[in-house]
Structure formats: structure tokens, C-alpha cells
């Protein structure tokens, strides 16, 4: 896929894409053991701007990841804020966007510990539209494949490693001919989707699963538990949810930075909320489709604008030390 993108950010510089390589000795791509996080930059024509959704939410998250993989942290979360907003404006895109940041063991050796191994960070971004393309609602299966358990591989990471798990799920769902998959537990209860959160609604009740099924905390789920009591009274139950209550709901939606809020009409071959987006989902996706493009005012603090912004400064040096 060729990237119209020219600039990432790499060993401390923005360098051209094309230049920003790792070995293949690396520890990272011989283990899986970087992490990351995806966050999308939405474009408003009318503001000639580009917002990035909950940056610094996805860095604090990125930051917990590499402290369980045992990633030095070399940046703040102040510093990764100021080197995103700075790659993008140097890509300079007038399209939806999204900014791939990882934090990677740098280190060429054989051997899986991560101790005494060091680590950097690197970012890149991409042009990037609907992750379902045009689908109305997704028809999905729930997989054979159970999602990693916290004592395996930890979900609350984004571990490169675990995706692994994603891949499987995801492939056996296309290939069986759905557009996506309900990956469970190893309990046999509902986790999340093969890279995004869950969500349904029962009785005019929305509900979501727990952290303790393994899910990722989506920065979208949180997003959604917010505004949707907030703006609309709905009080977001999080709790267990069985793989039988998947059929009889009223209406069940993924959400996710890539999905954003995407309604599912087929599960297993039984149609929900009448084969299109129910009321609610609709709700909640109108609202998080405007608000994450600056048309609502209370939650401009949760976007941060790209051309606008100035830095923080915070950056500058660090940047040029590891430059050199
Ligand atoms: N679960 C998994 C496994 C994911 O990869 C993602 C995408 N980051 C999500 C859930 C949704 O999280 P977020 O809303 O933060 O993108």
C-alpha cells in the first residue's frame, strides 16, 4: 500500500517514510513485543482542520502498556502529544487520518526477555476512511477462537504480540463470509470484537462488557459511557454477558477507534433489531460522528486541533538530544 504520506517519526527524527526501518534482527518484529495505539484525526473542511480524537488519552494508555512490557518510557505523554501533532502537520493531510504511534524493543538480540533490552518510539500516519466499508450493519459470527486471558497475554495492553489472537478471529469471520466476530472469553462470556468494544441494548438499557472479560478499555467505550448518560440519560451498565443474550437483544454495536460506532444487524445467522441500526446505536452514532469533527462544543476538550495548535515547547529539546 503505497502511503501519499511522506514523513515518520523515527530514532528521534522526522525522517521519510521510505527511511524508517527497523532490522530484522529486531526484537519487536522477531517477538511481538511492541505496543501501540491508533488514533484518528478527523478533517473538518469547514474549520480547515484536522482533529485528533483523546491524543493524550491514547498516549496514557500507550504509556500503561509499555510499562507492563517493560518499555522504557524515553518521552512524556506531553512530549508524544507535541511529536504527533507535529508529524501530522508535516504530512499535512486534508483527509480523515489516522496516526499509527508504536513503542518497540529496539534491541537485536535472540532471546524473548525484555530486560536490558532498549526501547524507542516511532509514528507514522495514513489517509484513512470507514474501517466497514458502506456495510449498513455488520453481520458477524461468534468465533471458536477465545479472546487472551489477562494471565496470558494482558488485553489491556495493546501488545503487538496479541494481535495474533485478533488476526485468527478476524480471518476465520471474513473467510466464513461475515464481516466480523464476538470473540469470548475462555469463561464462555462475551469480551469484545476482534479489535473493538462492545455494546448493547436490552429494554432501553445499554450494557457493556467488563474489564475482566479481557477486553481493551476502548477510549471510545469510555467515550460513549460518558456522553451517552450525559447527553442522553443512558446510564451504561457494565457487566457479564452471556453468549444467548447476543440473540435476543434489541440492539448490539462495535465501537473502536477504527469501527468508530458500528451497528450489527446478523449475529450467527439471527437478525438483530430488524436487519438495520436501531434507535439507539443511531443516536449514539450521530452524536459521536459530530462531535469527534468539533460540531459539539462541550467535547472540544477531547480533540485536539492540529493546525492550530501551537507546542508546547516541551518537545524541542528532547527531540534534538535524540536527534544528536
Ligand atoms: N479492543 C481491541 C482489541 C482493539 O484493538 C481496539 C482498537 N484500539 C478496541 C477494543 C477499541 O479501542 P479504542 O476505542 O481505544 O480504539
Redesign the pocket.
Known sequence: MSNPHKFAFFEGNYVNLENAKVSIMNHSFMYGTAVF??VRGYWNEEHGEMYLFRLRE?FL?MADSMKIMHLGVKYSVDELVDIAVELVKRNEPKTDTYLRPSAYKAGQRVGPSLEDNPSDICMFTVPFGDYFHGAPGLKVQVSSWRRVEDNAIP?RA?IVG??AN?ALAKTDAILAGFDECIVLSENGHVS??????FFMVKNGKLITTPTSEN?????????IIEFAEKEFGYKAITRQIDRSELYTADEIFF?????QIAPIIEIDKREVSGGVAGPITTKIRDFYTSMCRGEKADYMDWLTPVYGKKSSGKNDNKVKAAAK
Open positions: 495505539e491508533g491514547h494508555r488485553a495493546k496479541a494481535y485478533t469484545e470484537g476482534s479489535a473493538m468494544n477486553i481493551l478499555e476502548g477510549i471510545t467505550r469510555g467515550s465501537c473502536g477507534t477504527g469501527a
